[in-house]
């Protein structure tokens, strides 16, 4: 399976994004029937109505994914209890966007990187299960250089397509500033908050901030390839989310956290070549 890291670093990946994975299926749930202009997940192309879901159904399944998650983080019942919990994770969230008249992808990122995680387990099947019957899991757990290696590739091509949109759609155009100080105004962010109203009034900063976040987003899949390039990466993403919440209440939590774990803590602690 390629070059093998402790496993220490694999378990915190594992239980962190456990921990955000619940904070998206348990905080809310389904959403109010309504209007779609199109199908948001897998499910809804199933042909599967979920408003006829019942409401103690849906809560039935999300005590089921708190019970799979945390027999997951504990190692036990694995990889039954991965499968479980990813699986009814991804049930879950189906639910959620198939009852929502829009796209809320905040749990995208999280949703793969659960999979990228199942899918370890699966493969390293075997050798868990020969481990925990000889009560030695953690030395089965070594984490393979292939999974924090999939997960930055992930994250990073996610803001990478992300920026190769904004250009494909709108052209450099898109980081003039105009939009950014139009969004702050109609939002009511530059009169709630000092730092909106900072950069409503400032066209020469919308525009270096519009900038930056377009050559960021673009760039992000290049910075990865080294540790320095990675981190600030990470770093800047994660104050960019900050930023956003701050200003327009989108709180893109899962990223923020994912990006902490996989572009910052990994590459600070991966031994060096």
């Known amino acids: 399976m390629g070059e093998r890291i402790p496993a220490r670093p694999g378990l915190v990946a594992l239980r962190v994004t456990l921990v955000v994975a619940g904070y998206y299926a348990l905080v809310s749930g389904m959403h109010d029937c309504g209007p779609r202009l199109h199908y948001l997940s897998v499910l809804g192309l199933s042909g599967i109505e979920p408003c006829v879901v019942p409401r103690i159904g849906f809560s039935l399944l999300q005590v089921l994914f708190a019970l799979a998650a945390v027999l997951w983080a504990l190692q036990k019942a694995v990889p039954y209890s991965a499968w479980a919990a990813t699986g009814l994770f991804v049930l879950i969230e189906s639910l959620r966007q198939e009852t929502s008249h829009y796209s809320d ?84 962010a530059a009169e709630r908050s000092t730092l909106g109203g900072w950069i409503a009034a400032s066209p020469r900063v919308a525009f270096l901030l519009q900038t930056t976040t377009l050559a960021v987003e673009t760039l992000a899949l290049l910075a990865t390839r080294t540790r320095i390039t990675s981190v600030l990466l990470g770093v800047t993403l994660i104050g960019m989310h900050l930023a956003t919440w701050h200003l327009f209440s989108v709180h893109f939590f899962g990223n923020m956290v994912l990006c902490a774990v996989f572009l910052v803590w990994y590459p600070l602690r991966r031994p060096r070549a």
Do not use: N
């Open 105 to 188: 992808h905040q749990p995208y990122t999280v949703t793969m990187v659960l999979v990228l995680l199942c899918a370890w387990y699966q493969i390293e099947r075997r050798a868990i299960r020969i481990a925990a019957s000889e009560r030695r899991l953690a030395e089965a757990l070594v984490l393979p250089r292939w999974v924090p290696a999939l997960a930055i590739f992930y994250l990073a091509l996610t803001y990478t397509l992300s920026g190769v949109d904004k250009l494909v759609h709108s052209g450099p155009s898109w980081a003039d500033g105009t939009a950014l100080r139009m969004w702050l105004v109609h939002s009511g």
